[in-house]
């Protein structure tokens, strides 16, 4: 017996543990439905529903007439109706969920057959007081995403810089983002509701891989990204930096894609970068960075299965010139270059220059989604990406 309750408690510790560690994937709504004498309409229906997919959500509102609707798909646009029996409905389109958003709506209904006037919507997400912002949060929407798609380096240290609390730090391996002045490993990062953190603590960018500096899931699959910084919300935490939020994209009724090559090489960067006047600025050695990738989305029954699918391809040759400045050894160019003669002379094995080594940076990305409306109170999302580095 003594072992059964032990066994009962290390279950519930780790599902105390798994549910804090849970990343926000979705949107709510809620609100309060009245007439126009202000008296709040027990009963009344509501409905949202998200046009790309066609998939609708809908409550009652209680005893106070107020209505709560979780689990919502982030952005839209989404039509909302409500309706109560002797009075005009109420309606509200082209309205946009951001990420972890609870979009509030006050409506007010009329007896009068006349055009409903006086309506009094309420949704200032960026009201710093606003009650379901809880604490510092900054929101990237997918229009932001493309319009700064085209990075030098595509990696999320791009697209968090819009976070006003964020400062860039460089660490030996590469920029990173640093929050509230907090250690950039202290940082945790969620993709659709799973934390993807570099678990070793070696990568600056702290993701998976990041020293191979391949992004586990290129730019174009994101739907939305959210920076939460002290948050007193129990949904997300076990972070003192930054609790960086992500969702991918989903497939809608319509079809859509793209197609995207990023090309960069030394005649596109120009001379040594330096704010030194008085250094003598080179033109840099030869390098590629070559990026190609598509993603496709779309119904396979409209309205209720849908698809997405995202590939990308990264090849850069990256130069590594000798700098003699920086060379912490005793010995001259042309004494190495007599070392590296003479095991080629006397041990017939070449170890290989050191002026100008090309390093290769090669990664490959898969990711695929299916989305199942199965009625209004059940979907399935299933998700799965790939991704190698070399």
């Known amino acids: 017996m003594k072992h059964l309750y032990l066994l009962l408690l290390i279950f519930l510790t780790a599902g105390l543990y798994t549910a804090s560690a849970q990343g926000i994937t979705t949107s709510s709504m809620t609100g309060v439905v009245t007439n126009d004498k202000g008296e709040t309409l027990p009963g009344a229906t509501v409905s949202a529903k998200h046009q790309p997919t066609g998939k609708e959500y809908g409550v009652v509102t209680n005893e106070k007439g107020i209505f709560y609707i979780r689990n919502m798909n982030v952005g839209g646009p989404y039509v909302i109706d409500v309706n109560f029996v002797g009075y005009r409905s109420f309606k509200l389109s082209e ?112 993701t998976n891989g990041g020293q191979s500096g391949i992004q586990p899931i290129s730019p174009d699959a994101f739907e939305q990204l959210s920076v939460s910084l002290s948050p007193y919300d129990v949904t997300i935490g076990g972070f003192t930096g930054g609790g960086i939020n992500a969702v991918t994209r989903s497939g809608t009724n319509n079809i859509e894609g793209s197609a995207y090559y990023f090309f960069r090489n030394q005649g596109l960067a120009g001379r040594t970068p330096t704010d030194n006047e008085d250094f003598d600025r080179q ?70 220059g050191f002026r100008d080594n090309t390093r290769e940076q090669n990664g490959n990305k898969i990711f695929a989604k299916l989305n199942w409306n199965i009625n209004n109170n059940h979907q399935i999302s299933l998700r799965h990406s790939y991704s190698y580095a070399e």
């Open 283 to 352: 033109r840099l050695s030869d390098f590629t960075a070559q990026t190609v990738g598509f993603r496709v989305g779309g119904p396979i029954i409209k309205d209720k299965l849908f698809f997405f699918l995202n590939g990308e391809i990264q090849r850069d040759e990256i130069a590594q010139p000798f700098d003699e400045s920086s060379y912490r050894g005793d010995a001259t160019p042309a004494e190495l270059d007599n070392l590296r003669q003479t095991v080629i002379d006397r041990y017939d094995y070449d170890p290989g």
């Open 95 to 206: 309205v946009y969920l951001q990420l972890g958003q609870e979009f509030k709506v006050t409506a007010e209904l009329s007896e009068d057959a006349v055009q409903l006037e006086g309506v009094d919507i309420i949704a200032d997400q960026d009201d710093i007081f606003d009650g379901n912002r809880m604490g510092a949060k900054t929101v990237i929407s997918g229009e932001v995403i493309q319009d700064i798609a085209p990075t030098a380096s595509r990696n999320l240290t791009d697209y968090l810089r819009y976070t006003p609390q964020a400062g860039l730090v460089e660490t030996g391996d590469g920029p990173a983002i640093s929050f509230l002045g907090q250690n950039n490993r202290f940082n945790s990062i969620f993709i659709d509701g799973a934390v993807n953190n570099d678990v070793f603590g070696l990568a600056g960018s702290g």
